[in-house]
T-cell receptor, first 114, second 110 residues
Framework: ETGVTQSPTHLIKTRGQQVTLRCSSQ?????VSWYQQALGQGPQFIFQ???????GRGNFPPRFSGLQFPNYSSELNVNALELDDSALYLC?????????????FGPGTRLTVL | RKEVEQDPGPFNVPEGATVAFNCTYS??????FFWYRQDCRKEPKLLMS???SGNEDGRFTAQLNRASQYISLLIRDSKLSDSATYLC???????????FGTGTQLKVEL
């Protein structure tokens, strides 16, 4: 519906492993934000990428890292997975470079860490 | 204290009822305010922005009180399809982040 796609839809990993999640932004959007949503909680901001540079970061450790590519798609990488990393990971795209612009969310990747 | 606080509910209301959700935020420097709707196991979707003068979109009315750091959402004539979690969202500017509340769950029943 929004044109934002994410892959994979579901993923199961074990503690200590590394994971890469992918997001394709809506056509014409140049900004991607990533969020973590634990069960029963609201989404928490991880970081935002604008024109391939990090443009803001929430309270997440450095083992959460990201990339944005020239076509504005993005990756979220998480190293040394912990059980508490189990969550729905959402990406959202928007047109300009500030988080306050309307954000369109993708369907999310559900990560389970065992 | 959480940056954005909401009553988690659930609010169980009959079809046709009027229901109101409240939200408070802690940072007085917050600049923009939104309500998002999230259906079970789906992504959040923007319901409406919230303006200082208050704004209405059909059956939905949003209000902002900056002095009290309080945001509200009123839903009139509830429909079964309104059943969802409603997320209060605040943009503060520092760090370029949106801060979400935990959400308020609404169940509209026959």
């Amino acid at each position: 519906e929004t044109g934002v796609t994410q892959s994979p839809t579901h993923l199961i990993k074990t503690r200590g492993q590394q994971v890469t999640l992918r997001c394709s932004s809506q056509s014409g959007h140049n900004t991607v934000s990533w969020y973590q949503q634990a069960l029963g909680q609201g989404p928490q901001f991880i970081f935002q990428y604008y024109r391939e540079e990090e443009n803001g970061r929430g309270n997440f450790p450095p083992r959460f890292s990201g990339l944005q590519f020239p076509n504005y798609s993005s990756e979220l990488n998480v190293n040394a997975l912990e059980l508490d990393d189990s969550a729905l990971y959402l990406c959202a795209s928007s047109l300009v470079g500030t988080v306050s612009d309307t954000q369109y969310f993708g369907p999310g990747t559900r990560l389970t860490v065992l | 204290r959480k940056e954005v606080e909401q009553d988690p509910g659930p609010f169980n209301v009959p079809e046709g009822a009027t229901v109101a959700f409240n939200c408070t935020y802690s940072n007085s420097a917050s600049q923009s305010f939104f309500w998002y709707r999230q259906d079970c196991r789906k992504e959040p979707k923007l319901l409406m922005s919230v303006y200082s003068s208050g704004n209405e979109d059909g059956r939905f009315t949003a209000q902002l009180n900056r002095a009290s750091q309080y945001i509200s959402l009123l839903i009139r004539d509830s429909k079964l399809s309104d059943s969802a979690t409603y997320l209060c969202v605040v943009y503060t500017g520092g760090g370029n982040k949106l801060t979400f509340g935990t959400g308020t769950q609404l169940k509209v029943e026959l």
